[in-house]
């Protein structure tokens, strides 16, 4: 997989992305916001972790007096040492699209913690460009068939020089199909859906041209709310959110809901859908609601 091949399939999907339903100025703007996504592109056949690599590269442009540049992406074909939530393993090996972008901590606090639903959406839109019916569940698990492709790790970095920057990790399945025993019924890729292997170069050209787009528009929506005067506390309804919500079928089933659920499970509900801070609702079996707005859950 050749970094100009990829950064040249990130370029041409960019182009012919599907903006609607927004109008050829605001489309643009969206596309401004998150033009620097993916524009430096550092591939390696294999690497303990993305992330660990990523703050390497902040640590030798910061010995330079300078910073990494907005966007930077460390891509890699297989990961030795992956980690998920809560440190867990992340089975991650060759044929799989392995990444990590850098965004600097330049949104309002309201619009930074959405940034991994950001990330999800843009992988569920990649997937579903190879015609699958691709679902988000809260927060940031793509399934297909209730079996995961595709996850999202987002951590913040704070760097000796005062920069902040937002880290957002993502791992695809792509062409790998053989899971560890306890992933086999939980697990799917690419390949195995449709058939064969695909096009990995186009894949993760794919997902930086989503991942671009779903970050300006996190960014346009600020533009927006600062603009209107208003907030999600207030009620204001995001356009990202709402982009979430429509690829989403978490709304209407039944969760566990946990910190790390898999280890300390809470308590069980029915998830009501999404607060306008992007906050899961959910209905207890005595009625009462609550909304949680870290933490994760599994369908029942």
Known sequence: MEEHEVLRQRRLHLAALNSSPFSTEAAEK???????????????AQLDR?????????????????????GAVVLADSLSQSLGRFERHWHAPPGGIWLTAAWPDVLVP???????????????RTVRLYGLDARLKWVNDVLVDGRKIAGVLCTTVFRPNKDRWHCIGIGLNANNQDF???????????????????DRAELAGRLLAELSWAVGLLHYDEELALREGQSCE?????LLLNAWQSLS????????????????????????????CGGLVMELEDGGRVTEYSGEIVYL
């Open 30 to 44: 969206i596309r401004r916001y998150g033009a620097p996504l993916g524009l430096l592109l550092e591939h390696h």
């Open 50 to 70: 993305c992330m660990s690599h990523l703050q390497q590269l902040m640590t030798e442009a910061e010995a330079k007096g300078g910073s990494l540049p907005a």
């Open 110 to 124: 309201e619009f930074s913690r959405l940034l991994p639903f950001a990330a999800g959406l843009a992988c569920c």
């Open 180 to 198: 560890p025993a306890e992933l086999q019924a939980s697990a799917v890729s690419l390949a195995a859906l449709l058939g064969g292997d695909i």
């Open 234 to 238: 207030d009620g204001r309804e995001s």
């Open 249 to 276: 079928d978490t709304a209407g089933r039944r969760v566990e809901y946990g910190f790390d659920v898999q280890k300390e499970p809470l308590f069980r509900a029915k998830a009501v859908g999404l607060d306008p």
